[in-house]
């Protein structure tokens, strides 16, 4: 369904632009996902960025995720060259707090991204300066976000469809991954209003351990990170189309539910300098979806990544990444009705 003509609390979120065009009729629409972008940072030092001001970081899959018809990704941490409210750290050296310079968003509009999570444990790095900063460049560049408490949700238009994108995570000022209320009133809004809903999550425990589906509530340093199996699930009850995870760091399996895709976790696809890129933290999928205009699934790609410490994501000839969502989908969700073959195309397990 079409936007209506009324106001409601989800129009009037963030609305950034409004693209359309006469391919109204179009049979399919191609979704891409990626999951945590962080292309370098200077905070505590400039050490922490790349060469040639980050311009060179997205452009070996740019070819890729320029190709969908909507690309989404997870942006960690803030866009902001100035200073902000750092958060606290013990020691600054040893501080994980993420900020790109203002000249990075057009890393991101290069690269062809239409919509970015803000809903994550880094999003609050460099207090409301750098999130007030980081929603202006994105603005300025029509570039969709939302998952913050004061921008929710967002919709907009695309060639003559209409997206809903609303994203969660367990951190503070956040929408609540473990708020299931809340989170199926978000989502019976954006559906009610939209042809194809969007739902991303930051959550589950982090790291290479932590490859596997439990299926079960997940914690990680003291804090509850959701059970990604159940939200995924509640969320698509409620209306969502496409569910993209993130968090872990790494790779998990990926599924389908009432025809509609799952990817539990999407791994660390452009985090330069400061991000553990060893084993399965530096392989990463470029997910392409192959969907029906009201967000069925249709098909899927997984394109295989890796990233070298010295650049950002480059395709792997390997396909390491496409070998364990294999092996992390027969041992974790046998169930899946998804087959995936070594080159990576997703279809439907035939009966």
């Known amino acids: 369904m079409l936007l209506s003509a009324g ?41 922490y960025l790349p060469v040639n001001e980050g311009k060179d970081m997205l452009t070996a899959v740019t070819p890729i995720l320029e190709s969908g018809d909507v690309t989404f990704g997870n942006l960690e941490g803030v866009i902001l060259s100035g200073s902000g409210q750092i958060k606290r750290c013990g020691n600054p050296e040893n501080c994980y707090a993420f900020k790109m310079p203002d000249s990075y968003v057009n890393h991101f509009v290069n690269a062809g991204f239409d ?16 999130v007030e900063n980081t929603k202006k460049l994105l603005d300025e560049s029509k570039i969709a976000y939302a998952g913050l408490t004061d921008c929710p949700s967002t919709v907009f238009e695309k060639n003559g ?33 939209c042809d194809i809903v969007i739902v991303s999550f930051h959550g589950g425990a982090e790291g290479s ?11 990680y340093l003291g804090e509850n990170r959701g059970n990604p199996y159940e939200f ?17 760091h790494v790779t998990r399996a990926v599924d ?17 300098g400061r991000f553990n890129l060893s084993g399965p933290n530096g392989i990463a999928p470029i997910i392409e979806l192959t969907l029906e205009p ?26 390491k990444v496409i ?21 990576g195309r997703i279809s439907l397990k035939s009966n």
């Open 7 to 47: 106001t409601s609390s989800v129009a009037a979120n963030h609305n950034p632009f409004e693209v359309t065009d006469s391919d109204s009729t179009k049979k399919t629409v191609k979704v891409i996902g990626v999951g945590d972008m962080m292309l370098g940072t200077h905070y505590p030092s400039s050490s």
């Open 115 to 130: 919509v970015l999570s803000l809903a994550n444990n880094h999003s609050n790095d460099f207090g409301k300066t750098g």
């Open 161 to 193: 469809l209409t997206y809903g994108f609303v994203a969660f995570s367990p951190n503070r000022g956040t929408i609540q991954i473990n708020d299931y209320t809340n989170a199926k009133a978000l989502i019976k809004e954006l559906d009610d209003k």
């Open 209 to 219: 351990k932590h490859t596997h589906l439990t299926k079960k509530t997940e914690y």
């Open 232 to 248: 995924a699930r509640m969320v698509i009850d409620a209306g969502a189309d496409i569910v993209f995870g993130h968090g872990p």
């Open 256 to 272: 389908l539910y009432k025809g509609k895709f799952i990817a539990y976790s999407m791994g660390n696809f452009a985090t330069y």
């Open 294 to 319: 009201n967000g069925t699934f249709i098909s899927g790609q997984i394109y295989a990544c890796k990233q070298p410490r010295s650049s950002g994501p480059i395709l792997d000839e390997d396909k």
């Open 323 to 343: 070998t364990e969502i294999k092996s992390l989908n027969k041992a974790d969700l046998p169930e899946c009705p998804l087959d995936i073959d070594d080159q």
